[in-house]
């Protein structure tokens, strides 16, 4: 009695995938025993080699495809109870989404296509605008927000991909490999922005990343392989060391940096 129970921001249970692709295909069982909790405010990377099914995670979190077996809980909601239409309405107002091809609109410019989720919300006008500024400020391209994708760097193409998903205040942000096209310079500047959000705003963030470098931003880095989670390293020192112990581990692990 009495003891209050916090609401995890994502909470797994006993995850399992199954892809019966074609008829005459043995069924794929990509995630079989996937157990995972975040904590409001973390940045978690998860890591693991090509096809190991880090995309069919997110695509589950995110109510895009549905499990085969376990429990999903993000805010404390399941999200496999909604209907079609409330997990919609869920995504649009409590998640955010960044993708390695940024997924901008060519027809907006920066500014807004990072207003695009709240017009999609009937927001105001003021409010729109207002968000929007504070966002362009904080990721420092408010220089160029009447410019339209193809006139700007990748890295400031996801800057704005990252400020769209930020603007309706998730309560959790999902990125897919968001330096996966950037070189390691700009790789880096995201990284540095996507951690000075997480500290400042707090955010929630959840990124798969092939890079050990990207990954050491981040305050736990979570291994998956062979349908599990294999291991959990949590960050206890500064970026720069736990590059290193990231390093050390892989090195120990198969060496798989390539593998990744
Ligand atoms: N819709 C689908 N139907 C059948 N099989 C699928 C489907 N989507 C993914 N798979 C298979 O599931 C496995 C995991 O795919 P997933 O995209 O989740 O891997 P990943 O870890 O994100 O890989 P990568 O690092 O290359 O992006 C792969 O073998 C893939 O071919
Ligand atoms: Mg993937």
Do not use: W
């Amino acid at each position: 009695m009495g003891r209050k129970v916090i609401d995890l921001t994502l909470r797994v249970e006993g995850l399992g995938k199954v892809y019966k692709s074609h008829k005459d295909s043995y069924p794929t069982e990509v995630l079989k025993d996937i157990n995972m909790e975040l904590e409001e405010g973390e940045f978690v990377a998860l890591m693991g080699p090509s096809g190991s099914g880090k995309t069919t995670c997110l695509n589950i979190f995110a109510g895009l495809d549905i499990p085969t077996k376990g429990l999903v809980e993000i805010d404390g909601c399941d999200i496999s109870k909604y209907s079609e239409d409330e997990i919609n309405a869920f995504r649009r107002q409590k998640l955010g989404f960044v993708f390695q091809d940024f997924n901008l609109l060519d027809s907006l410019t920066l500014q807004q296509n990072i207003m695009l989720p709240m017009i999609l919300e009937n927001r105001s006008y003021k409010e729109m605008e207002d968000k929007s500024m504070d966002l362009l400020n904080q990721l420092d391209i408010s220089d160029i927000k009447g410019k339209y994708p193809y006139q700007v760097s990748g890295g400031e193409k996801q800057r704005a991909a990252i400020g769209r998903a930020l603007i309706n205040n998730p309560v959790l942000i999902f990125a897919d490999e968001p330096t996966g096209n950037l070189d390691s310079k700009a790789s880096r500047s995201i990284m540095e922005y996507l951690g000075k959000l997480n500290r400042e705003l707090k955010c929630t963030i959840l990124m798969v990343t092939h890079s050990p470098e990207c990954a050491s931003y981040c305050s736990k880095v979570l291994f998956i392989k062979d349908g599990r989670i294999d291991l959990e390293l949590i960050r206890t020192s500064n970026q720069k060391l736990f590059y290193n112990d990231l390093l050390s581990y892989l090195a120990d692990n198969g060496g798989g940096i390539d593998e990744l």
